[in-house]
């Protein structure tokens, strides 16, 4: 039998000074945010923050020079987003491209859509979503039903997606579409799109969740026609593609540190002395010590230029447990109590209707068990 192997990663001088540097524009950047502002964190859409980041160079620091990046390595980009989402700063509207969609159009799209794109991204001028889950398709990304057909000098796109986080705040939408027949191998025949949303024919509609907002969307494709340099890297080769989007999008720090700010208000109202609260509390932040490690070793990963696409899958399933076990710790421990500050309720509320989606981004808990079981040769 296999085994997953994530080997400890430590982090150097330059790290740690820039982690320091981030820290310092980050209380200031965020001065005067409520804790339940700050717990939206990676969900709040900001551009003045993105912007302000873009600005400090913080945005795609890995990304090569020519684009205007400083090809700094993927554990200094761990530390920026480490401590983005410890101070539950408003990421929402370049967290996507950053993660996955601008290094995808950096390797598959180097020479034509890279070289327009990357540098708006790295400013904070526009925003990325996801087109990879189908109403019927769900995780099993190999059935989707969206088409892409040669039309004229480019292609036309048919179907729908759903789940698609951010899609009516964003600018393009990284699109998985059928250009094949499959065949015997159900892998085959897909390919990605960059599509404008602006294009004629696109509708998004936005699903509302238990907290009365938008953030996942419907899309809707009737005859949407893109140019060809609009398809990324070669047709047929999609399936690839996503699976490598899919090793970024599940490895990093915002998979087990989206309920840190109630975190951080239990261990505020705590009562010192608190045998019940210390062993409550003690058995989460010992959880985060070692998804902590467990993450910053998949960034070493990356940096070292290893496929952390086994060790994510396994990150993103127990940081999912974590960040949704959390409000139940709240509710046992301060739930009914009379004296609660308000941070701490409005925290605690906000969470716990946030928690059902943990397990759902990024795929969801079978898929990921599924990918698990599949790499350690259980089936």
């Known amino acids: 039998m296999s085994v997953i192997n994530i080997e400890p990663c430590l982090l150097d001088a330059s790290c740690e000074q820039l982690r320091s540097d981030v820290r310092c524009f980050l209380a200031e950047t965020l001065d005067g945010m409520t804790p339940a502002q700050r717990a939206r964190s990676w969900m709040a859409f900001d551009a003045d923050f993105t912007r302000k980041l873009g600005e400090a160079g913080w945005i795609g620091i890995t990304w090569p020079k020519h684009y205007g990046g400083r090809e700094l ?50 400013k904070g001028d526009c925003c990325f979503a996801i087109g990879m889950s189908e109403p019927n398709s769900g995780s099993d990304l190999a059935s989707v039903a969206t088409r892409a057909r040669i039309f004229g000098d480019g292609w036309q796109i048919n179907g729908s997606k759903i789940w698609t986080s951010m899609a009516h705040m964003a600018d393009y939408l990284i699109v998985v579409a059928r250009t094949g027949d499959r065949g015997d191998n159900r892998h085959a025949g897909l390919s990605q799109f960059l599509v404008p949303l602006d294009c004629p024919g696109i509708t998004v509609r936005p699903i509302t969740n238990m907290l009365g907002e938008a953030h996942f969307n419907e899309v809707f ?21 996503v699976t490598e989007e899919l090793s970024y999008e599940r490895s990093g720090p915002e998979r087990y540190l989206s309920s840190t700010q109630l975190l951080l208000e239990m261990l505020e109202a705590a009562d010192p002395g608190d045998a019940r609260a210390e062993i409550e509390l003690g ?40 960040e949704q076990a959390i409000p139940d710790v709240a509710h046992s421990l301060f739930g009914g ?43």
């Not at 530390?79 to 390797?107: C, D, M, N």
């Not at 494709?221 to 593609?241: C, E, K, R, S, T």
């Not at 409005?346 to 790499?375: D, N, Q, V, W």
């Open 337 to 379: 109590r009379e004296g609660l500050s308000h941070d701490l309720v409005e925290t605690m509320e906000y969470t716990t209707l946030a928690a059902p989606s943990f397990s759902l981004r990024g795929g969801t808990r079978e898929i990921l068990r599924g990918i698990i079981a599949k790499g350690l040769e259980l089936r």
């Open 73 to 122: 390595t993927a554990l200094h980009r761990y530390v920026v987003l480490e401590e983005l989402l410890a101070a539950g700063a408003p990421v929402q509207k370049h967290w996507i491209a950053e993660r996955q969609s601008g290094q995808l159009l950096i390797k598959y799209a180097p020479d034509t859509l890279a070289p327009e794109i990357i540098p708006r991204i790295m």
């Open 221 to 241: 494709f009737d005859d949407v026609y893109v140019p060809a340099m609009n398809l990324i890297g070669n047709a047929g080769d999609g399936w690839q593609q």
């Open 283 to 322: 058995r989460v932040v010992a959880g985060y010590g070692a998804l902590r490690q467990m993450s910053l070793g998949v960034a070493g990963m990356l940096a070292t230029g290893k496929n952390p696409s086994l060790a994510a899958a396994v990150v993103k399933d127990l940081g999912a447990n974590l």
